[in-house]
């Protein structure tokens, strides 16, 4: 592993909430949140530009075996980039192992919790724009649409609401897909 | 001489609610008045009927051939028909949620809201995830009624509330919706502010066999920008008010079967891990 990489969190265009152990952020370019877990979310902050892979491995707590360590940043960081939190290019990852087989090892040596990033995605924002035409009002009645549509909330936006064809529940919109 | 058409009189409304300023125009003092009547049962105290200049939201209402009022937005160029018997209904409901997305100072979450010895039960959901239901069922029980629709944070994240009628199905019909006052259930509205002691993320679920998990603050908060409803619109200040929620309350989640049984349980929970814990 290519461990003397000195990784740098992005920052702009994003809204970042810290929380006591964890942090939240809202990507408002791509309309994306994401929480890092305290693992995930320790190694994010040390993406400051100054610390190689290695040094941020080195600042983890738990386990003293500076590889497994490194291996855990490297998962870490393998997801950060992959959710474009990371500004800048990072080559090699785990030595030619695969994620899973990295999880498993790394899960198994350390004690440390691993990183986790959970994602919350809001596809379809042109919705305002694509299917405002049909908008009708939040209570879900059938008789705010005309033509025997049914007004549901968007999937992408449940604040707006549209009048939609052929849906037995409103829970099945396709986000933009089901603007008539 | 040519005959002059007589001058269309167009009437006015203009009001405010948390901050947002609305116009709406109309050739009919009727539909003026169904407006105005609507709006202010919906609304109570938080909407405010004044002459306003410079207002944000303009609507112009007009009756469209036999059954329809057409409403357009100045705001989008955008023109609603809508049917006329639940156009009341249908034009509070977007003037609600234009209200939610355009707030200033406050926070509108997609949620049910009620208080139990004075701290807030949040319950988010979207249209048909059973969110009045389990209000309704909450209140029964002796919870202080807050909103079956919007759960409305200050820039603390306390909980105000927005007590309109809950909007319940008719027993005869399933499209049908009635509104019901809360004080018809025996349930007092709630006035004040109230700390935010429960989240409860729930989906109905026939067979769903109840089995909270309470999620990190900031799991919590990721599931709470989903309801979010200006989480795109002024992201920064939701998620600030999201981010001092998240810290003080429990959030959690669960499957749930009918929203009787389900309204006992989260009583329960809310009595056993929220209840004596420090208000701020």
Not at chain 1, 57 to 62: D, I, V
Not at chain 1, 158 to 176: A, D, E, K, R
């Amino acid at each position: 592993m290519n461990s003397s990489q000195v990784p740098i969190a992005r920052k702009e265009g994003l809204v970042i909430q810290e929380m006591p152990e964890e942090v939240l952020i809202y990507d408002l370019e791509e309309n994306k949140a994401f929480s890092l877990n305290p693992t995930a979310a320790e190694i994010w902050r040390s993406c400051d530009g100054n610390r190689t892979v290695a040094e941020i491995a080195t600042g983890l707590a738990g386990s003293r075996d500076q590889e497994e360590k490194e291996k855990l940043v490297w998962l870490a960081l393998d997801q950060l980039k992959e959710k474009n939190l990371i500004a800048n290019e990072l080559a090699s990852r785990y030595a030619g192992m695969s994620r899973r087989e990295v999880i498993r090892n790394v899960g198994l040596a350390t004690a440390i919790a691993l990183p986790v990033i959970a994602m919350l995605s809001f596809p379809g924002q042109t919705l305002a724009s694509t299917c405002v035409a049909s908008l009708c009002g939040s209570t879900g009645l059938d008789s705010g649409c005309t033509g025997g549509r049914r007004c549901c909330p968007s999937q992408a936006n449940p604040s707006i609401y549209g009048c939609f064809t052929n849906l037995g529940n409103c829970g099945v919109i396709p986000g933009t897909a089901a603007c008539p | 001489m040519p005959v002059r058409k007589p001058a269309r009189q167009v009437r006015s409304l203009s009001f405010e609610s948390f901050g947002v300023r609305f116009r709406i125009h109309s050739e009919s003092s009727q539909l003026i008045e169904r407006t105005r009547e609507r709006l202010a049962l919906v609304f109570g105290s938080l909407i405010r009927f004044r002459e306003l200049r410079n207002c944000e939201q303009v609507f112009h209402i007009e009756l469209s051939g036999d059954r329809e009022i057409e409403v357009f937005d100045v705001q989008t160029g955008i023109r609603h028909p809508l049917e006329y018997e639940s156009f009341d209904r249908t034009f509070e409901s977007m003037v609600r949620n234009r209200v939610a997305e355009m707030a200033r100072g406050h926070v509108f979450i997609h949620a049910g809201a009620v208080t139990i010895e004075g701290r807030a039960i949040i319950l988010p959901g979207r249209s048909f995830a059973g969110k009045t239901t389990l209000v309704k069922a909450l209140v029964e029980r002796g919870a202080v009624y807050y909103s079956d629709d919007f759960a409305v944070l200050d820039p603390e994240g306390r909980v105000l509330p927005f007590p309109k009628p809950l909007s319940v199905r008719r027993p005869d019909g399933e499209r049908e919706y009635v509104d019901v006052e809360a004080k018809a259930l025996g349930a007092a509205a709630g006035r004040d502010p109230a700390s935010c002691g429960l989240v409860f993320l729930s989906q109905y679920d026939e067979k769903a066999r109840w089995a909270p998990l309470t999620l990190s603050p900031a799991e919590g908060l990721l599931r709470l920008i989903e309801h979010t409803v200006p989480v795109r619109t002024n992201t920064e200040f939701s998620l600030k008010v999201l981010n001092k929620l998240a810290l003080r309350a429990i959030i959690a989640e669960s499957r749930r079967a009918d929203a009787d049984a389900a309204a006992i349980k989260i009583i329960n929970y809310f009595n056993r891990l929220v209840i004596g814990l420090p208000r701020d």
